[in-house]
């Protein structure tokens, strides 16, 4: 790894399965932290058996635990639990997202973790918090998009609530944790916190995103209702199709993008038309307006529409689908998508980094390692155990 990697000294333990967990851990490890993924040595990881399978195996998980090295440990035997706290002592995280209790059950509790290692950070990922009413309640992503409140507004007037078609909860969860664990690094090396328990459920990152409605409801008592493509915040904004069958996204939030909207299909009429003259009322007229920019896009090809709204500082895109993403150029010029060499799949085009930053940009050196591909080797060069000892371990069921 290039020594301008901003993480290469951070070291991370990530016991967790599925998705939200080994999500943050991936998100650091593309920028240089050295994380060690521990896998149940009979079960795995979950997310080898997720999604559309190549050979037999995911082809996701070659992206969702890239830049890792994979070591299997039985963590519900005490020979596990001896093994995981002697590589605690020299780690800087702990990622875990078993039902809360589970630690406790194993004898690793937060407090003898913490004597442990008191500079240690444990992030606990779980469906509902580590305490409350429903902690003890299984969580997937599908249940936090639920509870949210996010399906409520996803999906059309007169139709069930919609949940998205990825893991949406599962994806911000990644994020928001590894914003935490890296909150806690430096509240550790500025302030001298050292070690803290992180609490984070899959629940509250995606409701976050809900404040506008929330506090309308707080203030209000404004509940917020489906609307489709459409909004309750704006007007325009929907999706449109194209004379060559394409589907377009517009959005004019803002006055003067509504402005520029009206030049460019030459109705600037509508400027002066009280009913659209200010966002207020344009939701009042919102299907009358959609009629509008619907017709005018309706008569001309997406290319068309495109430049034409675009050139005129309107805000319009076309609604992709996962081919066309990958065809685009303005991704391929910003490497939105890197080209990865595996020795099981041969090339893989994958997502890149998340963020690009100018001294220190993050890196895919690997992708998704091979179950248990470095248990052996780690445990003879970082746990110095002998030939015999790993012998022992396998036969005991503990790797």
């Not at 790894?1 to 967990?21: F, R």
């Not at 999500?23 to 593309?30: G, K, R």
């Not at 910003?334 to 060499?341: H, N």
């Amino acid at each position: 790894m290039s020594e301008l990697l901003p993480l290469k000294d951070l070291k991370i333990v990530d016991i967790s399965t599925m998705l939200a967990a080994p999500w943050v851990s991936t998100h650091l490890a593309d920028f240089g932290a050295e994380v060690l993924k521990i896998e149940h040595p009979v079960f795995g990881d979950h997310a080898r058996r997720y999604g559309a399978q190549k050979g037999g195996q995911s082809v996701f998980w070659k992206s969702l635990n890239r830049n890792k090295k994979s070591i299997t440990l039985n963590l519900s035997k005490t020979e596990g639990q001896d093994i995981l706290k002697e590589i605690l002592k020299d780690s800087d995280v702990l990622i875990e997202n078993f039902r809360p209790g589970t630690l406790e059950k194993w004898n690793l509790s937060w407090e003898e973790l913490e004597k442990i290692n008191p500079d240690l950070i444990l992030l606990r990922v779980s469906g509902f918090g580590q305490e409350g009413p429903y902690s003890n309640r299984r969580g997937f992503g599908t249940v936090a998009e639920g509870m949210s409140g996010f399906t409520s507004i996803n999906g059309e007037s007169t139709g069930p609530p919609i949940l998205p078609g990825i893991p949406l909860a599962d994806g911000l969860s990644g994020i928001a944790g590894a914003l935490m664990i890296m909150i806690a690094t430096y509240s550790k090396q500025n302030n001298g916190t050292r070690g803290q328990v992180i609490d984070l459920s899959l629940y509250e990152p995606l409701m976050r995103l809900l404040e506008p409605h929330l506090l309308a409801y707080d203030q209000l008592g404004v509940v917020a209702q489906r609307v489709g493509n459409g909004s309750s915040q704006t007007a325009p904004r929907n999706s449109y199709l194209t004379r060559d069958d394409n589907w377009v996204a517009l959005s004019a939030s803002a006055q003067s993008i509504f402005e520029n909207l009206c030049r460019a299909i030459d109705r600037e009429d509508l400027l002066q038309n009280e009913k659209f003259s200010t966002n207020k009322n344009r939701l009042k007229h919102v299907k009358e307006l959609d009629k509008i920019i619907s017709e005018w896009i309706g008569e001309r090809d997406l290319t068309d529409v495109v430049n034409i709204l675009n050139d005129s500082g309107a805000v319009v895109g076309p609604m992709y689908d996962v081919a066309q993403i990958y065809s685009d150029p303005h991704y391929q010029f910003r490497e939105s998508f890197i080209k990865v060499e595996d020795d099981e799949f041969g090339e893989m085009n994958m997502p890149n980094v998340l963020a690009k930053l100018s001294k220190t940009p993050g890196k895919v050196n690997s992708l998704g390692p091979k179950f248990s591909e470095h248990t052996i080797e780690y445990l003879s060069e970082h746990l110095h155990l002998s030939k015999n000892e790993i012998e022992e371990l396998k036969k005991d069921g503990i790797i």
